[in-house]
């Protein structure tokens, strides 16, 4: 680390416990919850998940020891790494649910995609912290991040797995929002998305247009419309939630969960599990607890000294809120189904292991504020 | 928030926005928390019913139909344990496992079309009620459903019992059968407060159908919790239906004890050997109960339980002497010679209707040449009688002398008789389809487009001996005979004797219904009663072959015309026809008679359709009858 601080000046390590105590909170509820909505699916899966619980705890330690800015040196190389595996996940991937997301490695099956975003944040962030021009940013100087987001987007779309091939766009437009851009380019970038929307439309499976289309249905019409697949599940999710009334109807009492109405409970409606058991009283402390990590996480971005602490940490608030919200809102029957986990509630060790690291980083970022001014950290000074 | 203000320049900028990203964040969150609110507080009741509805199921708990059973307690209805493997179309994937269920049921390609069409339309009633699709599982096919019943979503086993009728043939037409209900039939029992469900039988035919409200018993129901694939997880694992069930215990149908004797109707059965066609019934004269209603042929209602293959049916459906009719009640027939001593009474008891100046005087003696002329028109006899009185009419079976008679009385006072004894009306003894038969008079030929709406003296010539256009069905001679014998009682034929409750204790009991007294002189009714003993008794009687001593019986042969003469005998001529086109031209043979003639406990009526000769062929089956009645069932 030999940034890090001058000799003679090196700093007590601080830990963020506000946001440790947030996320442990998280973990525990998280776990608790996946103990119910499996105990239906395999009791097998809780037991891995806390085994995988244990790894990302002790991965985030580790990485919270060490300063962030070592990752900015490797975050190509990281992003090299897990695209050639996406690569490998579509030549060799393990498939489950007509979707192929996995690689096996030995007794672990591991899904590269969680992995990615994490990469990607890492490999924007080194971009923009190595421009550090005055002048606004027009689209050009986006070409190589754009570029660098489209190759895992395909790649994961390939699988497929739209949900989390939404995810990395969003995670782009989000960190772009550290930088000044001309307000031309951003109405010419919403202008274009907009104009693609066709496009994206006739490039959506079936099932996919499907569920859009029984979403609206759901959302402007009072007509039960749960005769359609896509539509049993919102409706049996908003049936979930909502007959979890007030105070829920307790842990493992779900009778929605417990007797197989909730679809995927496990990896995309565990918050259709756990607002079913614990009511508006559980899901209220849950958007809580959710929100309060996604501001913490920009807290540390805001006060962060360094562009690449600062970029990382809006990376990874972007990665939870975007993750959050849209798993919700599918839940709450306010989105179409896609297959986006939540945090730290859905079963899947790559994104436990995934999220806990994102956590790292920001503990990371939070304890190794810079000893020198932050304009004078950047690629002129080697990084 | 932190201080969001720092050194100048793009980071510190940045900064300043993100007051907005975090407003951003706030709002989407709080949008989510307002949805879940509204899914959780104002609309939570509503979730709550539905998530409620999900898992609650009403399962209907099956009932046993009452029995049937005979005069002497034999069971001639009953159930017998078996399994009906069931789908539940909601739960059902066709598409995937019907090709399967189908070779583990053996369901041949015509029932398979016509279940895999019926449980498609069920799966859009979103009813989850079970469909059953085999009945009467053998063992093979229990074990191999049991052994994959975990890879067969939707697909259940459960006991079921099967309606049996142990006397197979026998007494088919009385029984009936049951078979499914048809949607139209469900929507309309709704309507009267009768619950039924796809799958369920029904009582089609005879006291099945009659009796069906008494018989079929009521469901019972419970509400159990299932999961998302319809599988039962007990009455309530989670507490969920806060202690709501619903429970009714299946109450059993009712059981019907019958006058019939199934030791009767085998002997009947047995009597009838050699002839392929006909129908006997067998009264009691002292009640109308019946003791006995055959009809041959028959089929074998066991078969209709479980839904006649098309080619099966199609089989008894053109059967020649279809067998799917009730001969003795269903079909009506000239009664001939059967009809005399109604005629006869029409005589005795009103002398004074016959024309003045030509008194009626039953000792009165009228010859018979063999034949009778009227208006150019020659009316045949059996044979040359030569001076016969009503007695030795009646006992040889002249016609010349009914002839005589007819013309003095009158058609309207032979019909008047005739509807006294309940002939041209249903004698209304609860079974489907009973045809009333027909007795003309003068204006029923007056309203005739066939006859020109003309009446002729010649119509009541053929009247008295039962032809022209007098038709009867069995029953109906039956009941009529039996009021011959006891002085005029005319009974209602019965079948029921009592519904009993499945704990035995009695809901009905049915005494003999009397249609009506019909009056007639004790002398009068004397010499009917011995002109019907000289039947048989006496050497001249057209049923002397039969006598046998011990049996006093007394009866009446007849032998009804089926084609005309005339044609007969062109036939004859060129014989290129077919034996069943002869076969078919052959007059049905009758009898019908009471025994014993003092004291009548029973009577008997035969017909032996295209038999011929009554006293040659009917007779000899009822006097079996009688014997082996007397000898086996009533000893004396």
Redesign the interface.
């Known amino acids: 680390m030999p940034l890090d601080s001058a000799p003679g000046r090196r700093r007590r390590l601080t830990l963020d416990l506000p946001l440790v105590m947030a996320v442990a909170s998280l973990g525990v509820l998280g776990l608790l919850n996946l103990r119910s909505a499996v105990s239906v699916v395999n009791l097998q899966f809780y037991e891995t998940q806390l085994t995988w619980f244990g790894v990302g705890g002790l991965t985030a330690l580790v990485v919270w020891l060490v300063d962030h800015r070592v990752f900015l040196r490797y975050s190509y190389a990281a992003y090299g790494l897990v695209v050639l595996l996406l690569i490998l996940v579509l030549a060799v991937g393990r498939q489950a649910n007509q979707a192929t997301r996995w690689l096996l490695l030995g007794p672990v099956s591991i899904q590269p995609s969680e992995f990615m975003k994490l990469a990607l944040i890492l490999c924007i962030a080194r971009i923009f912290h190595g421009d550090?021009r005055?002048e606004p940013r027009t689209l050009r100087d986006f070409l190589l991040p754009a570029v660098l987001t489209a190759i895992p987007t395909v790649l994961v779309l390939k699988q497929p797995d739209l949900g989390t091939a939404l995810i990395y766009p969003l995670i782009l437009v989000s960190m772009a929002?550290?930088?000044?851009v001309r307000a031309r380019s951003v109405l010419l970038a919403f202008g274009g998305l907009l104009a693609s929307l066709p496009l994206a439309w006739s490039s959506l499976h079936g099932y996919q247009r499907e569920r859009v289309v029984t979403l609206f249905a759901s959302l402007f019409s009072s007509e039960r419309l749960d005769v359609q697949d896509a539509a049993w599940q919102t409706t049996?999710s908003?049936?979930?939630?909502?007959?979890?009334?007030?105070f829920g109807?307790g842990f493992l009492?779900g009778?929605?969960n417990?007797?197989?109405?909730v679809p995927f409970q496990h990896t995309d409606f565990p918050f259709a599990v756990w607002?079913?058991e614990h009511?508006?009283v559980g899901?209220?402390l849950l958007?809580a607890l959710?929100?309060f990590v996604?501001?913490w996480a920009?807290?540390i971005?805001?006060?962060a000294r360094d562009?690449f602490g600062?970029l990382v940490a809006v990376g990874v608030a972007a990665m939870l809120?975007w993750h959050?919200?849209i798993n919700?809102?599918m839940v709450?029957?306010?989105l179409p189904v896609v297959g986006v986990i939540l945090p730290l509630f859905s079963y899947g060790g790559s994104s436990v292991l995934a999220n806990l690291v994102g956590v790292g980083l920001l503990l990371s970022i939070a304890a190794h504020r810079a000893a020198a001014?932050?304009?004078g950290l950047g690629p002129r000074h080697g990084l | 928030?932190?201080?969001?203000f720092?050194?100048p320049?793009?980071?510190s900028?940045?900064?300043g926005?993100?007051r907005w990203?975090?407003l951003f964040?706030?709002l989407?969150?709080a949008?989510?928390?307002a949805?879940?609110?509204q899914?959780?507080?104002f609309?939570?009741?509503?979730?709550?019913e539905?998530?409620?509805h999900?898992?609650e199921r009403t399962r209907e708990i099956p009932t046993a139909r009452g029995v049937i059973r005979d005069a002497e307690g034999q069971l001639l209805a009953y159930n017998t344990p078996a399994y009906t493997a069931y789908i539940t179309p909601e739960f059902f994937d066709i598409a995937e496992d019907w090709p399967t269920v189908v070779r583990y049921l053996d369901l041949g390609p015509e029932r398979a079309g016509k279940l895999r069409e019926r449980l498609t339309r069920l799966q859009g009633l979103k009813r989850y009620q079970p469909y059953p699709v085999a009945e009467n599982l053998d063992d093979r096919q229990l074990a191999l459903l049991t052994a994959h019943h975990a890879e067969l979503d939707g697909l259940s086993v459960e006991e079921a019992p099967m309606r049996v009728y142990p006397l197979r043939q026998l007494a088919a037409h009385v029984l009936g059968y049951l078979n499914e209900v048809s949607e139209a039939e469900i929507e309309r029992h709704r309507a009267e407060g009768y619950r039924y469900l796809p799958g369920d039988r029904i009582g089609r035919t005879g006291l099945e159908a009659v009796w069906e409200r008494e018989l079929r018993g009521t469901r019972g129901r419970v509400t159990v919790?299932?999961?998302?694939?319809g599988v039962e997880?007990g009455k309530d694992?989670?507490?969920?239906a806060g202690g709501r069930r619903y429970e009714i215990e299946p109450v059993p149908g009712n059981d019907l004890i019958l006058s019939l004797n199934a030791r009767l109707e085998a002997i009947v059965d047995q009597a009838f050997r050699g002839h392929p066609a006909g129908a006997a019934v067998v009264l009691d004269a002292r009640t109308g109960f019946v003791l006995a209603m055959y009809s041959k042929p028959s089929y074998d209602p066991n078969a209709f339980i479980q839904g006649l293959s098309r080619a099966d049916a199609q089989v008894l459906e053109q059967n020649p002497f279809l067998p799917l009719h009730d001969k003795t009640a269903m079909d009506h027939y000239f009664p001939g010679s059967l009809f005399k001593p109604f005629a006869a009474l029409a005589a005795l008891e009103q002398p004074a209707m016959l024309e003045p100046g030509d008194l009626f005087d039953p000792a009165a003696r009228f010859r018979c040449e063999g034949a009778y002329e009227l208006a150019g028109q020659r009316f045949r006899c059996t044979k040359v009688h030569g001076l016969v009185d009503l007695h030795e009419a009646i006992v040889q079976s002249c016609n010349v002398y009914f002839f005589q008679l007819a013309r003095r009385m009158g058609i309207d006072r032979l019909a008047q008789v005739a509807r006294e004894f309940g002939f041209g009306e249903k004698t209304g003894i609860a079974l489907s389809k009973e045809v009333p038969g027909l007795v003309p008079d003068k204006d029923w030929y007056r309203s005739r487009p066939e006859y020109g709406f003309q009446y002729r003296v010649g119509y009541a010539l053929l009247a008295a001996i039962g032809q022209g256009n007098t038709k009867v069905t069995l029953l109906q001679l039956a009941a009529a005979y039996a009021a011959l014998a006891n002085g005029g009682y005319l009974y209602r034929p019965q079948l029921v004797k009592e519904v009993l409750y499945p704990d035995g204790r009695v809901r009905m009991s049915f005494a003999p219904e009397l249609v009506r007294r019909i009056e007639m002189t004790p002398e009068n009714q004397r010499k009917l009663v011995d002109a019907l003993r000289g039947v048989v008794e006496a050497p001249q009687g057209t049923a002397h072959d039969q006598w046998t001593p011990g049996l006093e019986i007394a009866g009446k042969t007849g032998t009804a015309e089926v084609a005309r003469r005339r044609r007969d005998r062109v036939h004859r001529r060129r014989d290129q026809r077919s034996t069943e086109e002869r076969y078919r031209e052959r007059d049905h043979a009758w009898f019908a008679g009471f025994a014993p003639a003092d004291d009548p406990e029973i009577v008997v009526v035969v017909l032996v359709e295209h038999g011929g000769y009554g006293g040659r062929y009917a007779a000899p089956i009822a006097v079996e009858i009688f014997r082996e009645y007397f000898k086996r069932i009533a000893p004396r």
Do not use: D
Request: hydrophobic content about 50%; glycine content about 12%; cysteine-free.
């Open positions: 550090v005055p929002m550290v930088l000044r049996q908003k049936i979930a939630v909502g007959s979890g009334h007030i109807k009492h009778t929605q417990q007797l197989g109405f607002g079913e009511g508006f899901s209220a958007i959710y929100l996604v501001l920009l807290r971005a805001a006060r562009r600062a809120f959050v919200a919700m809102g709450l029957g306010l001014p932050w304009e | 928030m932190a201080p969001l720092g050194p320049g793009e980071l900028e940045f900064r926005r993100f990203v975090a964040v706030i989407v969150f949008g989510l928390l949805r879940a609110a899914l959780q507080i609309e939570g009741y509503e979730y709550v539905r998530s409620r999900n898992i919790i299932v999961n998302a694939k997880k694992p989670f507490g969920a």
